[in-house]
């Protein structure tokens, strides 16, 4: 049995050296090659994303809260007041909005954020297996995301965030500045992945099997995969896209002969399996969280693994779902159709096992858990309504509709900034050592959530109503539900900056906290809180990430230990895990 | 128990190249091999959307690439085949030296693909230049017409090469002038691996001159055989004839090539199809062949980048038979690069 100078020194409260104090200077963070410190600036990026993009949707909304021209509180931002056209600020606000949420928040977030400060601490790997890579994945999502906010500034875009041809041809907004920006962010992606895929597949600790790895490690493969095989479609695309603009190519524009759907048909073989760069890692975060706080293993593991597995596979084969009303065949729509059902199979088995890791679980209501189960409830509505719009007869209805907006961001803010914020909150801990107000932390989840569902639930109804997407304005019989709406998005935002501050309050004032603060199984909490330079100071011995029992807590230190690391003077607990 | 020796240590004596973050030489090798096959997939899903774009158009508008690949001469593109075939090889040959310890030997192959790469360079902007001059550009630019463009420079006068050659070759002379003095200046600082370096870097800019002069020349020769009534036409010189046997014979080979009509000298100048008996749309064509060969010259050029960093880690004699895996890595994507090239000749000049 260890003595108590070694548990404390194995588990204890970090006086050493961390990763975050280990070197000083702006430099030795711009330059890291520390998969965490590379993690923490994607945070800080993909936050200063989301609030951008954020901040565009509150002005889109506020301008549909009236429903006409008469909110001029963009004019002093955007424009003389003589050539002001609130309408046309409106069309590059939700553009700008939707590039940016998807190409530098939604995709990178998880993957590129969390992924990188957990993945190599899950597999017990030191680092990524290219360092060097990781850092260009990020300062490429820094040029791109630049790109994009270059296109802001050099006449905006107004095509939305999918560029369709013709008309992402013929306007004149900095559609070639944009879609340089998201050919850029498409390569970070890509680097991102390969180097993700290469680490889970070579640098697993001794003893990690496959079926030994966490969830999110599988979730993160899937993505990985998708990164690398789709991601590289609209890299060309776009380049075509811009020697068309530019050049005049005509592959795409119909006066030279060219086809715009066939740009459709490209768009859509990257973007749709990009749905599930989105959503996969989100899955897995929810994977972990579900188990660890209710600290029970999780049900039927290699069937969410192999979920993912599916998920990533199928999502190749529905591209052409979005283009149900493009004049493709009915055979075609009857393939695609039935192919985007069978992604509701992997999705739904997703949802059961969480359900039943959850029943007879020992479930403490702390804030990630409390985001796990808002993801549950989100995504299934968002995953359910997806199958309205799979229905070609009722797609006919609902194509192009509020409807469509709803279910998508049900999936991907319901889901994705869902689990995003969940998995900041359950890893903070350990990435800066301090726990945060448990309490403002729920107050801010609550806050997303109610200010979510009413931002959206109200563009099902409309939606069904057919009050079209992209509108600037709308007849008087939708106001109602896009006043409610507009109320819900100011309530969302207020949840999301509360969730952040009180994050950003622990990293200076939070209560110190050593190792294991959940009693989470996987390898990432072996390390000490914050983890030092290289990770582990002893090189981890795996064990099976889900055996909570293998786990028990210790009152001298705090913390949850192996049960053969016990205070031999104690009697063996299992305490609920809250703060 | 939980602890465990984190510091392996390694019995190599060339341990500076391994990584921190890897425990062994293998580990580092595996994750760089399954790193760059992986990127491999991601370039043929790059050239992937060019590749649908060809067959779409090439499935829906026959027409277009039977009166298009004229213009596209075979001895040039065929002479570019070779040239890469003969690079995968030497690029081969220099990632057997490498696990067999002999840096020299790397170092002289990786030169000798170098050349190559630039050698491929050369020949393709003598094809570019000489098509740009007949406005042969992309759809929207289309400007064919049977009037070579006048040479305005002077040095392209006196040379007797086109504009666009000159305007081509101009970073290329600079980036040769630079290198040579380098070369020069670290020779007289007694820096012998930055005197060989930047020799290497001149001798590479230098392939794509030889690989000009020699397109060029096939070009004059071509002419020169053609008077003598001994050539068949290569479709990128222009003849004085040309105009006035395009009006004579316009009935006679619209959309068609001149092979199917009997034998060569009598159709020559179907090669210079007469404008106006060209599809509206022909010049698709040109706008996939040069996204196609652009982006492949690009990835060229990428590879010279490369080749260029493995030249010079050989010349520090950095490679041993358990390190080498970049060299490894930078052949991969070499023959990738070869290899996308052995599908574009054929799509695109081999169409008849």
């Known amino acids: 049995m260890a003595t108590a100078e070694v548990r404390h020194e194995l588990f204890g409260h970090a006086e050493q050296k961390n990763y975050l104090n280990c070197s000083k200077g702006a430099l030795s963070w711009l330059l890291t090659l520390d998969h965490k410190r590379i993690g923490i600036m994607y945070l800080i990026g993909v936050s200063v994303a989301l609030l951008l993009a954020g901040f565009f949707a509150l002005m889109l909304r506020t301008h549909l809260y009236y429903g006409d021209s008469s909110f001029l509180a963009l004019k002093w931002l955007f424009g003389e007041a003589a050539n002001y056209n609130a309408n046309k600020v409106y069309n590059q606000m939700f553009t700008l909005h939707g590039a940016i949420m998807v190409f530098s928040f939604i995709i990178p977030s998880v993957p590129a954020a969390l992924g990188n400060m957990v993945l190599p601490m899950m597999l017990g790997a030191k680092d990524v297996a290219f360092p060097r890579l990781n850092l260009a994945s990020f300062y490429l999502w820094v040029f791109g995301t630049g790109f994009l906010i270059v296109a802001l500034m050099n006449g905006g875009l107004d095509t939305g965030w999918t560029f369709y041809t013709p008309y992402s041809i013929e306007t004149d907004t900095g559609v070639v500045y944009a879609t340089m920006g998201a050919f850029i962010l498409g390569f ?297 709406s507009t109320i819900g998005a100011f309530v969302l935002g207020i949840g999301i900056v509360l969730s952040f501050a009180v994050l950003l309050h622990a990293v200076w004032f939070g209560r110190k906290v050593a190792g294991n603060p959940w009693g989470a199984g996987s390898l990432e909490w072996q390390s000490s809180s914050p983890p030092s330079f290289h990770n582990f100071d002893h090189k981890p011995i795996f064990h099976d990430p889900y055996d909570f029992d293998a786990l028990v807590y210790d009152k001298g230190l705090d913390t949850y230990v192996a049960r053969e690391f016990m205070d031999p003077n104690q009697v063996p607990e299992r305490v609920p895990v809250t703060h | 128990m939980a602890v465990a020796d984190t510091h392996h240590h390694d019995h190599h004596d060339h341990g500076e190249f391994i990584a921190h973050h890897f425990d062994n030489a293998e580990q580092q090798f595996d994750s760089g091999k399954l790193g760059i096959w992986v990127f491999l997939v991601t370039e043929v899903l790059f050239f992937s959307g060019l590749f649908v774009a060809y067959i779409l158009w090439r499935y829906h508008h026959p027409e277009i690439f039977q009166q298009a690949h004229v213009f596209l001469d075979k001895v040039l593109g065929g002479i570019n085949t070779v040239v890469l075939l003969f690079s995968s090889l030497t690029m081969a040959l220099a990632v057997r030296c490498s696990q067999m310890s002999n840096n020299r030997g790397t170092a002289f192959y990786t030169l000798i693909t170098m050349v190559c790469a630039a050698i491929f360079l050369g020949v393709k902007a003598i094809e570019y230049s000489h098509k740009w001059d007949q406005g042969i550009l992309v759809r929207s630019m289309w400007a064919y017409t049977l009037d070579h463009q006048e040479a305005k420079l002077g040095i392209a006068q006196q040379l007797g090469v086109s504009d666009w050659l000159i305007w081509l070759s101009i970073v290329p002379a600079i980036l040769l002038g630079v290198f040579i003095v380098a070369s020069v200046t670290a020779t007289l600082m007694a820096k012998p691996i930055w005197s060989k370096f930047y020799a290497g870097l001149a001798i590479t800019v230098g392939g794509y001159f030889l690989g000009a002069l020699g397109g060029q020349i096939y070009m004059k020769n071509y002419e020169a055989r053609e008077a003598a009534g001994t050539a068949q036409v290569s479709p990128l010189v222009l003849h004085a004839d040309d105009k006035a046997a395009a009006s004579a014979q316009q009935h006679d080979h619209t959309g068609e090539h001149a092979g199917e009509h009997g034998h060569a000298g009598e159709h020559h100048d179907s090669h210079h199809p007469d404008p106006k008996s060209l599809d509206r749309d022909v010049g698709v064509f040109f706008s996939i062949y040069y996204c196609m060969t652009g982006l492949h010259a690009f990835h060229i050029l990428g590879g010279i980048a490369f080749l260029s960093w493995i030249y010079f880690r050989s010349l520090k004699g950095h490679w041993r038979s358990d390190y080498f895996g970049p060299v490894e890595y930078v052949g991969l994507y070499w023959h990738l690069v070869d290899l996308i090239w052995i599908y574009l000749f054929p799509m695109l000049y081999l169409i008849d």
């Open chain 1, 188 to 484: 970070s992606s890509i680097f991102t992945g390969i180097n993700f895929l290469v680490t889970v597949n070579t640098m697993r600790a001794p003893g990690m099997g496959w079926y030994g790895m966490p969830l999110f490690l599988w979730s993160l493969y899937a993505t990985a995969i998708i990164q690398i095989l789709a991601t590289p479609v609209l890299g060309i695309t776009l380049l075509m896209l811009i020697a068309e603009r530019m050049l005049g190519i005509g592959i795409f524009n119909p006066k030279f002969g060219g086809d715009p759907v066939l740009f459709q048909h490209f768009f859509w073989f990257y973007s749709h399996p990009a749905v599930y760069i989105m959503i996969l890692p989100a899955m897995g975060v929810i994977s972990e969280l579900i188990s660890v706080h209710a600290q029970k293993r999780i049900f039927g593991y290699s069937f969410i693994a192999f979920s993912s597995v599916a998920i990533a596979l199928l999502g190749f084969l529905v591209w052409g779902h979005h283009m149900f009303t493009s004049g493709q065949s009915i055979v075609v729509n009857l393939i695609f159709s039935a192919i985007t059902f069978s992604v509701a199979i992997p999705s739904a088995v997703k949802v059961f096992n969480w359900l039943a890791t959850l029943y007879k679980g020992s479930i403490a209501l702390n804030t990630p858990m409390c985001y796990a189960l808002s993801f549950i409830f989100l995504f299934g509505i968002g995953g359910l309504t997806g199958l309205f719009l799979a229905t070609l007869s009722t797609d006919i209805h609902l194509h192009d509709t509020y409807f469509v907006v709803a279910h998508f961001h049900f999936v991907m803010v319901g889901g994705t900034l869902t689990a995003f914020l969940g998995g900041m909150f359950h890893w903070w801990p350990k990435f800066f050592g301090r726990m945060y107000n448990d309490f403002l932390g729920r107050i801010g989840c609550f806050l997303v959530f109610a200010g979510f569902n009413l931002t959206f639930f109200p563009q099902f109804v409309m939606g069904a109503r057919g009050m079209p997407r992209r509108y600037a304005s709308y007849d008087p019989e939708f106001q109602i539900f896009h006043q409610w």
